[in-house]
């Protein structure tokens, strides 16, 4: 399913790439030494002391002219992504579509299961998240799979290649933590929310070969892409169009509740009803796993770099994520809180060659990924 380039799309892919990777490396590394250089000195002449957070470090870093440039060559290389990877979608979407119509005909191995009188929340429709066109609801036409293709290639080069050939590293990461954590549990029935086209879906459902997985979000292109990449791969996984706030699977129902890098790309508001919908569908010694960006650790300077996305990469809810008690948050939705686990997940292909990072200049290198859970009393 994957909407490959002709020679000139993946000379544009190619530049865009490498361009990312020298803004996230050589361009973004300046941003420290403006800090230490100019910036720090002079807040410390004014008040006498160090920026205390990364909210001010951001205040005082946003007037200078090479952070503005910075964030201004980033912004326009996303956008530049989303638009070299587009034109190669847009050429192929006839192709495309009729592939997933004939998946979506006749499955083999999963299914698919759409709901057109969907309500899509506000948190996601009043923003094109991360900048990607139409973000990840759109569905322009019948059988549409313009959103899930895009997503698919733009991921691998926003990544950077970072996160493996199938974009599996974030699921696959979360299924390493539970398989060395949690070694005798054996997942009869998985569910992973926000699962877009399933890059995380089918991790879980390699490493758990005995499990019925299934995959739920709120975009019906996505998911169009999604079944019809799962079939053509050759993995079993049953998507439906349904809001992660409240599914009709029946309670009780998994012994798995997953996410991949869904929480923070949900509102505050969205996000304990969401913690409250894996209680109700656990069953009791279920267990529920989040995998996400990692919460704030390190000096000021780290920790204010990945608020970028926050507004220049149109991630509204990021930054508030990394200041949230998921401990008291999951305890509010029912779990106990002595079964709540927190820690980094391994990561394969990010760290192996080149370390660089990929979100917004993420200072903890090595440590791309976390995960949030607990389990089900
Ligand atoms: C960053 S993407 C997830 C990527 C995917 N899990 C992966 O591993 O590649 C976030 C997804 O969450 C979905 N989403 C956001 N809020 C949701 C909700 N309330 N219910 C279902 N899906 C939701 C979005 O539509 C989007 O596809």
């Not at 699921?171 to 926000?194: E, T, V």
């Not at 979000?217 to 992660?244: I, K, P, T």
Request: proline share 5%; net charge neutral.
């Amino acid at each position: 399913m994957l909407a490959g380039p002709d020679h000139d799309e993946a000379a544009r892919q190619g530049f865009v790439g490498n361009l990312r990777r020298y803004v996230m490396s050589d361009i973004s590394e300046g941003n420290r030494t403006i800090y230490e250089r100019r910036v720090r000195p002079q807040f410390q002449r004014e008040h006498g002391r160090a920026p205390k957070d990364r909210h001010e470090v951001r205040r005082a870093m946003e007037p200078h002219p090479y952070y503005q440039a910075w964030g201004s060559i980033l912004r326009t290389t996303q956008e530049l992504m989303w638009d070299s990877v587009g034109e190669s979608v847009a050429r192929q979407l006839p192709t495309l579509m009729a592939r997933a119509k004939a998946f979506a005909d006749r499955p083999r191995l999963g299914s698919l299961r759409l709901d057109r009188a969907l309500a899509i929340p506000r948190y996601q429709s009043a923003v094109d998240i991360h900048v990607m066109p139409g973000s990840y609801h759109s569905d322009l036409a019948q059988g549409d799979v313009f959103a899930g293709a895009l997503y698919d290639r733009g991921l691998y080069l926003y990544a950077m290649g970072g996160l493996g050939p199938c974009n599996e590293d974030i699921g696959a990461g979360g299924c390493a933590y539970l398989k060395k954590h949690f070694p005798d549990f054996a997942p009869k029935r998985i569910l992973d929310l926000g699962c877009t086209i399933g890059n995380s879906t089918l991790a879980y459902a390699q490493a758990y070969p005995e499990a019925e997985v299934f995959g739920v979000d709120l975009g019906a292109a996505s998911l169009r892409y999604a079944h019809a990449r799962a079939e053509s791969l050759g993995v079993a996984a049953h998507f439906s169009q349904q809001n992660a706030e409240r599914t009709d699977f029946e309670e009780c129902s998994f012994d798995l509740v997953v996410s991949a890098v869904l929480l923070h790309e949900t509102s505050m508001a969205a996000l304990p009803r969401i913690i409250q919908e894996c209680r109700r569908l656990l069953r009791a010694g279920g267990i529920m796993c989040h995998t996400d960006v990692p919460q704030v650790e390190g000096d000021a300077f780290d920790l204010f770099i990945p608020d970028w996305d926050t507004e220049g990469n149109n991630e509204p809810f990021m930054s508030k994520m990394r200041d949230l008690d998921f401990r008291q948050l999951f305890e509010a939705a029912g779990f106990r809180r002595r079964s709540f686990f927190s820690g980094y997940v391994p990561n394969e292909h990010l760290n192996a060659k080149r370390p660089v990072t990929f979100r917004g200049g993420s200072g903890k290198k090595g440590k791309p990924w976390a995960v949030y859970g607990a389990i089900a009393g």
